[in-house]
Nanobody
Framework: QVQLVESGGGLVQAGDSLRLSCTAS????????MAWFRQAPGKERDFVASIARDSVNSRYADSLKGRFTISRDNAKNMVYLQMNSLQPEDTAVYYC????????????????????WGQGTQVTVSS
C-alpha cells in the first residue's frame, strides 16, 4: 500500500534551519504531485508548499515565500522541505501529501485534493 513517511523534524531555535524529508513507497512516485502542509496546536491544517510531478512548477503559501523551498528526487522517491530562518510561529506538525496527477506540471494547494498523507513530523521552534 501507499506509504508516506516524514522525517527531519525536531526542536530548534529561532533563526535556525531544518530540512524535512518524505519517503514514498507503494506508488509510482513520478506520477504524483507532492506537497507539505502543517498544523499548529489548536489550528486548522494549512498549506505550505507543493511541487509538480516533474519539479518544473512549485507553489508556496504567501507568508512562507523566500524562507521555505520544496524539492523532490524522483529517482529516490523523496520530497523535501528546506526551512530557513525558522520562527516560533512555524511550530507545527508537518505533513507530506501525495496526489495522483494527470498533468506533469500541475500543482495543488487544497488538502482535500490529496489522496495520501504521512503521519507527520513535529517541528518546534523556540524563541
Amino acid at each position: 500500500q501507499v506509504q508516506l513517511v516524514e522525517s527531519g523534524g525536531g526542536l530548534v531555535q529561532a533563526g535556525d534551519s531544518l530540512r524535512l524529508s518524505c519517503t514514498a513507497s507503494g506508488l509510482t512516485f513520478d506520477l504524483y504531485a507532492m506537497a507539505w502542509f502543517r498544523q499548529a496546536p489548536g489550528k486548522e491544517r494549512d498549506f505550505v508548499a507543493s511541487i509538480a510531478r516533474d519539479s518544473v512548477n512549485s507553489r508556496y503559501a504567501d507568508s512562507l515565500k523566500g524562507r521555505f523551498t520544496i524539492s523532490r528526487d524522483n529517482a529516490k522517491n523523496m520530497v523535501y522541505l528546506q526551512m530557513n530562518s525558522l520562527q516560533p510561529e512555524d511550530t507545527a506538525v508537518y505533513y507530506c501529501a501525495g496526489l495522483s496527477s494527470l498533468r506533469r506540471t500541475d500543482v495543488y494547494a487544497r488538502d482535500s485534493q490529496y489522496n495520501y498523507w504521512g503521519q507527520g513530523t513535529q517541528v518546534t521552534v523556540s524563541s
